[in-house]
């Protein structure tokens, strides 16, 4: 595995508290992440986070270059690869003003919740019944162990917030690697030395096409989503440019890949 290059800024001036973050956890093995991850065109360090989850680490900070919030880069990244393959993203991200999460799973409309940074929420709490509805979550206990987080608490600050909401998905499955916790950082210091930690770049168009057309390969989309990933990638990619969102264009782009991919495979596959 190469040596990432340093974040560009994981700090404050003159501190030593992490002043952003973001966290991609994807219910699914690295395996099956990485080449959908490689697709969304910027540099991410990708490890093993539970039996049945993978984490994604962006290196630096491309919300910061685009003068973009990670909020909002974030959820566009999560939709982008929860609309290409069968399983949820569940973005996690924090900045010196508020933190939060979004949960994205296929063409399903995202759920999410944020606090600020004192850790007063200000999300609707329908929204963590959601939440736990599509992870699988215990539709009583869990939801009742969710509610705290709508409430005020003083004593707990954003990435607190954010920390007890990962430590109660340990019951589905997903384990937070060391120094992949909201307030830690650098993030990707921390990925780089994890255990079975690799870097995900775009593997070009030529890679990416032979990847998804060889035998065996992903198959993750049928003629009729192919379809409407092109139908959804081309509006949302023209509307991302429009915004200067890098994170919405990014997964405008992505959906116009797969899409291609899908219906490339429809045309050149053999029939069984």
């Given at each position: 595995?190469?040596?990432?290059?340093e974040?560009?800024?994981?700090?404050?001036?003159?501190?030593?508290?992490p002043?952003?973050?973001?966290?991609?956890?994807?219910?699914?093995?690295?395996a099956?992440?990485?080449?959908?991850?490689?697709?969304?065109?910027?540099?991410?360090?990708?490890?093993?986070?539970?039996?049945?989850?993978?984490?994604?680490?962006p290196?630096?900070?491309?919300?910061?270059?685009?003068?973009?919030?990670?909020?909002?880069?974030?959820?566009?990244?999560?939709?982008?690869?929860?609309?290409s393959?069968?399983?949820?993203?569940?973005?996690v991200?924090?900045?010196?003003?508020r933190?939060?999460?979004?949960?994205a799973s296929?063409?399903?409309?995202?759920?999410?919740?944020?606090?600020?940074?004192d850790?007063?929420?200000?999300?609707?709490?329908?929204?963590?019944?959601?939440?736990?509805?599509?992870?699988?979550?215990?539709?009583?206990?869990?939801?009742?162990?969710?509610?705290?987080?709508?409430?005020?608490?003083?004593a707990?600050?954003?990435?607190?917030?954010?920390?007890?909401?990962?430590?109660?998905?340990?019951?589905a499955?997903?384990?937070?690697?060391?120094?992949?916790?909201?307030?830690?950082g650098?993030?990707?210091?921390?990925?780089?030395?994890?255990?079975?930690a690799?870097?995900?770049?775009?593997?070009?168009?030529?890679?990416?096409?032979?990847?998804?057309?060889?035998?065996?390969?992903?198959?993750?989309?049928?003629?009729?989503?192919?379809?409407?990933?092109?139908?959804?990638?081309v509006?949302?990619?023209?509307?991302?440019?429009?915004?200067?969102s890098?994170?919405?264009?990014?997964?405008?782009?992505?959906?116009?890949?797969?899409?291609?991919f899908?219906?490339?495979?429809?045309a050149?596959?053999?029939?069984?």
């Amino acid at each position: 595995m190469s040596t990432p290059r340093e974040p560009d800024s994981d700090f404050d001036s003159g501190s030593d508290v992490p002043a952003f973050g973001a966290l991609l956890f994807c219910r699914a093995a690295p395996a099956e992440v990485r080449p959908v991850a490689g697709l969304l065109g910027v540099p991410l360090l990708l490890a093993p986070a539970g039996p049945e989850w993978s984490v994604l680490v962006p290196e630096g900070a491309p919300w910061q270059r685009a003068g973009e919030p990670v909020d909002r880069v974030l959820s566009g990244w999560a939709g982008a690869l929860a609309v290409s393959a069968p399983w949820p993203v569940l973005a996690v991200w924090w900045d010196a003003d508020r933190s939060g999460f979004a949960l994205a799973s296929g063409f399903r409309r995202g759920v999410g919740y944020v606090w600020l940074a004192d850790g007063t929420p200000v999300g609707e709490d329908e929204a963590m019944v959601s939440f736990a509805s599509r992870l699988g979550l215990d539709p009583v206990l869990d939801v009742q162990a969710l509610e705290p987080l709508t409430r005020d608490d003083p004593a707990a600050d954003a990435p607190a917030r954010l920390r007890s909401l990962l430590a109660l998905l340990t019951r589905a499955g997903l384990t937070a690697p060391p120094g992949l916790t909201p307030g830690a950082g650098p993030l990707s210091v921390a990925a780089a030395a994890l255990p079975g930690a690799e870097r995900v770049e775009w593997p070009g168009l030529r890679a990416a096409v032979r990847s998804e057309l060889a035998p065996g390969g992903s198959r993750l989309v049928p003629r009729v989503l192919a379809v409407g990933q092109c139908a959804v990638g081309v509006p949302l990619t023209l509307w991302g440019v429009r915004r200067r969102s890098a994170g919405w264009a990014a997964a405008g782009v992505l959906l116009l890949a797969y899409g291609a991919f899908g219906l490339a495979y429809e045309a050149w596959r053999v029939p069984d």
